[in-house]
């Protein structure tokens, strides 16, 4: 009996591609092994609601076609079920699937579907959001806030929205629990990491390991303008921050209160409560993955 697969395609993820993704769905997809269909999303959430469908159709698998936002939704739209999320990347930064080493070419990306190597991943419970990869508190929530409302998309915006925001922010103030040892400081970044990075190989957590039941809360500290080469480089070249620069915290379960109501998860923003309860829920999702070390 054929697995079922629905392939749930962003649209404007991609720009251009949305025509020619269902003929090479049609061409490389294993057909001895799969039977098919394929929906499109029309609005910001809808993306959810087609994986909840998929899934209580009894669907095996749910393929998010789209940017870290499309995986966001389909993913945490998965979260405790028994069907497997899979990706087909065409965002702009792509995190979780570089990180899971799923191809960025839509061809080799659908063979990685046919290979059907999958993991249970864990996932991350914020109060009562979800999300897979990483999460934000920082800079880099304000710098997806503006990403989501800016007219263009891709690597280059990102960019100048990054650098723009640099010279604007202001380090924010949070207090950390983790196992009853608070923490009281200033960050630029305060990230909670499962998987390694936010895409386009910006690595913040080279250690973090989807499957190992722990996360890892990674602290970057206010720091001089002469110092961002180095810790850009670091970032890129997937090497640990100095430790004045950095701090690395692995848990399971902590408490973090932020005085900046605006976060982001798998680089979606929102706003969020000043208290919020963060934990680990271990292998929880099962998932699709490329050829992993």
């Known amino acids: 009996m054929k697995e079922r697969i629905r392939f749930i395609i962003n649209p404007i993820s991609g ?3 949305k025509n020619t993704i269902p003929p090479l769905i049609e ?11 394929i929906v499109y999303t029309q609005h910001k959430g809808h993306a959810s609601d087609l994986a909840k469908e998929a899934s209580k159709e009894g669907i095996d698998v749910v393929c998010a ?4 936002g499309s995986v966001h939704e389909v993913g945490t739209a998965l979260i405790g079920t028994k069907t497997k999320l899979a990706i087909i990347p065409t965002g702009s930064g792509n995190g979780l699937a570089r990180h899971l080493k799923i191809p960025l070419a839509i061809k080799d990306a659908i063979f990685c579907i046919n290979y ?15 999300f897979l990869g990483v999460g934000g508190y920082g800079l880099d929530a304000v710098v997806a806030q503006k990403f989501d409302e800016h007219h263009k ?24 629990d983790v196992d009853g040892k608070v923490k009281q ?4 970044l305060l990230t909670v990491a499962n998987a ?3 895409g386009n190989g910006f690595t913040v957590s080279p250690k973090s390991d989807v499957t190992d ?12 303008i002469w110092s961002v080469p180095s810790i850009v480089y670091r970032f890129f070249s997937k090497k640990k921050q100095r430790k004045r620069h950095s701090e690395v915290i692995s848990f399971k379960n902590a408490r973090i209160s932020s005085s900046k109501n605006v976060a982001h998860y798998d680089g979606e923003p929102t706003m969020i409560a000043s208290e919020l309860n963060v934990s680990v829920v271990p292998k929880s999702l099962q998932i699709v993955v490329g050829k992993m070390d």
């Open 15 to 17: 720009v251009g591609r």
């Open 27 to 37: 061409k490389y997809l294993n057909q001895d092994r799969f039977e098919y269909d």
């Open 65 to 68: 076609v789209g940017g870290d």
């Open 116 to 130: 059907s190597n999958s993991i249970a991943m864990d996932t991350v419970k914020v109060n009562d959001k979800s």
């Open 153 to 176: 998309r891709g690597f280059f915006s990102y960019i100048y929205l990054t650098v723009r925001e640099f010279f604007r922010f202001n380090p924010i103030n949070v207090t950390i």
């Open 185 to 188: 400081l200033p960050v630029v």
């Open 196 to 198: 390694s990075q936010f």
């Open 213 to 224: 039941g722990e996360l890892e809360m990674v602290v970057l500290k206010p720091f001089s």
